[in-house]
């Protein structure tokens, strides 16, 4: 006789006609597999774990993060919907004190955002440095988070320790999509920083050039000054960036404007070596022998540091290559530290 029929009759053990249910793991390794469940997207695991009494709330990652954590900076909205139903804290820390939802601004999870704010979690929960998760996600770059986190109500002029908003975030990050988010908002455009750069400032000194755009179209101060009277276009000629004087000469930016030491956009060209950005200036008309205290000309200032293109620049628009400042020496003189710009002057 069969020995199955001779143990159990005519009927299959549960066992033998039915496949073994997964094994479920116990206590901590029960909680790291349900963090690990929850970061990938494994929703039929995560909801056999939940049911067989994996901690909710448990530290797992050597203790760094919850599993809601683990799923709302993993983009996994539907799994932080399972763990908000199961008791899941909203407001929950991790070891770097950051909220589920500061994390999915970071990471720019609009749709863990929205469910996370729907379940009421707090939208200027902050960390250390009064950073909330507006600033975050403008910081990153995620226009659809700011676009969210706005239209829930975030305080689009909450300022970190260092006095820094949203909106200068974004602009010094160079994302012109959440810059213009942002003013569509309504945000400060004029807001300024400690050193009283504005928004101008600082997108002319990375070469922004769609957000200077966008500013100037706004209405932005293009003759706004900084402690040290540094204008946005002072900025601009002083790094090379064409675009972006462009854009600003465009906007009926002052050419001649002064800094305090009489330094004009033309003298910080020549300077700093940026021919393109010195021909720029010269075609629209800038003083090619504007005079700084001390009557040093943009030639002299090329010459003392040794800029070829803009010394031959400057003699092809017709400057006096002999024009002498307040202690005599011609650009000649002031070259001499530089064979190749002597050259020029000589023979050029």
């Known amino acids: 006789m069969n020995l199955f029929k001779k143990l159990f009759g005519d009927k299959k053990p549960e066992a033998l006609s039915t496949p073994p249910p997964p094994r479920v793991p116990s206590g901590a390794k029960q909680d790291e597999e349900l963090g690990q469940a929850a970061a990938r997207g494994e929703a039929e695991k995560v909801a056999r774990l939940l049911r067989a009494g994996a901690n909710v709330e448990a530290m797992v990652v050597n203790g760094h993060f919850r599993p809601l954590h683990l799923a709302a900076g993993g983009g996994q909205a539907s799994i932080v919907e399972m763990l908000l139903a199961a008791g899941a804290d909203k407001e929950a820390r ?58 829930a109500g975030a305080e689009k002029e909450a300022k970190t320790v260092e006095g820094s908003t949203p909106l200068q975030a974004a602009t010094r ?19 300024r920083d400690k050193d009283g750069s504005g928004l101008l400032h600082i997108a002319a000194s990375k070469g922004h050039a769609p957000i200077v755009e966008a500013l100037v179209k706004r209405g932005a101060d293009i003759e706004a000054k900084r402690e040290d009277s540094y204008r946005p276009l002072h900025i601009a000629a002083g790094n090379g960036h064409v675009s972006v004087v462009e854009i600003l000469l465009i906007a009926g930016a002052e050419k001649e404007a002064k800094q305090n030491d009489g330094l004009r956009p033309l003298h910080l060209a020549a300077a700093n070596g940026h021919a393109s950005v010195a021909k720029v200036l010269v075609e629209a008309g800038a003083d090619k022998e504007a005079q700084i205290e001390g009557g040093l000309r943009p030639l002299h200032a090329a010459a003392i540091y040794g800029h070829v293109p803009v010394v031959e620049l400057l003699l092809k628009a017709g400057v006096d290559r002999d024009a002498r400042p307040e202690d005599g020496s011609t650009a000649l003189e ?12 000589l023979y050029g």
Do not use: C, F, M, W
Request: hydrophobic share 55%; charged share 20%; glycine share 8%.
């Open 334 to 345: 002031l070259a001499v530290a530089h064979p190749a710009v002597v050259d020029v002057l």
């Open 94 to 151: 991790n070891k770097a004190d950051l909220t589920p939802l500061l994390l999915a601004s970071a990471a720019g999870h609009s749709s863990v955002v929205e469910v996370l704010l729907k379940a009421g979690a707090d939208k200027e929960g902050r960390l250390l440095g009064n950073i909330r998760p507006l600033y975050t996600a403008a910081l990153e770059g995620h226009a659809a988070v700011v676009q969210v986190l706005l239209a």
């Open 173 to 191: 990050a160079g994302h012109s999509r959440v810059v213009e988010v942002l003013l569509e908002a309504g945000a400060d455009k004029e807001a």
